[in-house]
Nanobody, 127 residues
Framework: QVQLVESGGGLAQAGGPLRLSCAAS????????MCWFRQGPGKVPEFVAA????????RYANSVKDRFTISRDNAKKTVALRMNSLNAEDTAVYYC????????????????????WGQGNQVTVSS
């Protein structure tokens, strides 16, 4: 199975952009649907975005739709989250996660469907 390591977090200005990346090692990356979740201070974990193994399906939380973009590169074994127009509500620890799907086209929004998780990466938006 794959192991996941996130990178690219840190401090961002309100209204500005930030890009998160998640690199996979081991396993067959293209057999996994990928997603991003986040957990803000004092909040429950929240679905952010998901992408199917072939990127034919993408899903977004309403709170990030039209601001965030999820993408993947199966050859490089990476999934990225491009975040624009950041605001204070986007401050959270962001986690990437993988759901083994074989070649089933799905991109679920439930955390229970994802069996492999990265360590998390802090994103802080300052105003």
């Amino acid at each position: 199975q794959v192991q996941l390591v996130e990178s690219g977090g840190g401090l961002a200005q309100a209204g500005g952009p930030l890009r998160l990346s998640c690199a996979a090692s081991g396993g067959t990356f293209s057999n996994y649907a990928m997603c991003w979740f986040r957990q803000g201070p004092g909040k429950v974990p929240e679905f952010v975005a998901a992408i199917s193994w072939s990127d034919s399906i993408t899903r977004y939380a309403n709170s990030v739709k039209d601001r965030f973009t999820i993408s993947r590169d199966n050859a490089k074994k990476t999934v990225a989250l491009r975040m624009n127009s950041l605001n204070a509500e986007d401050t959270a620890v962001y986690y990437c996660a993988a759901d083994w799907v074989g070649y089933t086209p799905r991109a679920n929004e439930r955390s229970d469907d994802y069996e492999i998780w990265g360590q998390g990466n802090q994103v802080t938006v300052s105003s």
